[in-house]
T-cell receptor
Framework: QQQVKQSPQSLIVQKGGISIINCAYENTAFDYFPWYQQFPGKGPALLIAIRPDVSEKKEGRFTISFNKSAKQFSLHIMDSQPGDSATYFCAATPETWDSGYALNFGKGTSLLVTP | DTAVSQTPKYLVTQMGNDKSIKCEQNLGHDTMYWYKQDSKKFLKIMFSYNNKELIINETVPNRFSPKSPDKAHLNLHINSLELGDSAVYFC???????????FGPGTRLTVT
């Protein structure tokens, strides 16, 4: 069962535009929400993460918006660059021993930023 | 210095064979994981280990047997390989409760 739903599956944005990827979850035990970036042939790399006690977190051109009541969170990439072209995964996990701290991933969004 | 390393990077083998993938982390983390990424790029947890102790096994067939000889290593042994085992396998590590997981470069397993 997919615990984290991610959309869109693919996204094409012009250079300088804003890329927006959305995720939704059902499990209210989730309390850590990271975004990972994966380039072809590489492992996923942590981009930015948020906990439910804040509604927004910004790091450079990357911003996570978090809506606890709606159980949704999104990644915004401002001033998108061709080098941002990659697959982006949202994830969620509860901070509990019996979860194994394992990440539940969305299905990924393939982002292409055109010159 | 590579934080999380895996060997081999590519593994091509025939159905029915037994193979192993090795993982090492030099970050001093105490939790290690194996994830499977299928052909549609979906990432799914297989195992989670903390201080060499198995925490979770996410309904993985018992043909898959992880082994953690020490905190820095988590190897994956797969018996009687099947076509459906073809995927990219990622090892990851984190400091317990920190959640920031560092992934290795992946091992692409192809079963023919």
């Amino acid at each position: 069962q997919q615990q984290v739903k991610q959309s869109p599956q693919s996204l094409i944005v012009q250079k300088g535009g804003i890329s927006i990827i959305n995720c939704a979850y059902e499990n209210t035990a989730f309390d850590y929400f990271p975004w990972y970036q994966q380039f072809p042939g590489k492992g996923p790399a942590l981009l930015i993460a948020i906990r439910p006690d804040v509604s927004e977190k910004k790091e450079g051109r990357f911003t996570i918006s978090f809506n606890k009541s709606a159980k949704q969170f999104s990644l915004h990439i401002m001033d998108s660059q061709p080098g941002d072209s990659a697959t982006y995964f949202c994830a969620a996990t509860p901070e509990t021993w019996d979860s194994g701290y394992a990440l539940n991933f969305g299905k990924g969004t393939s982002l292409l930023v055109t010159p | 210095d590579t934080a999380v390393s895996q060997t081999p990077k590519y593994l091509v083998t025939q159905m029915g064979n037994d193979k192993s993938i090795k993982c090492e982390q030099n970050l001093g983390h105490d939790t290690m994981y194996w994830y499977k990424q299928d052909s549609k790029k979906f990432l799914k947890i297989m195992f989670s280990y903390n201080n060499k102790e198995l925490i979770i096994n996410e309904t993985v067939p018992n043909r898959f047997s992880p082994k953690s000889p020490d905190k820095a290593h988590l190897n994956l042994h797969i018996n009687s390989l099947e076509l459906g085992d073809s995927a990219v396998y990622f090892c990851a590590s984190s400091q317990k409760r920190a959640h920031e997981q560092y992934f290795g470069p992946g091992t692409r397993l192809t079963v023919t």
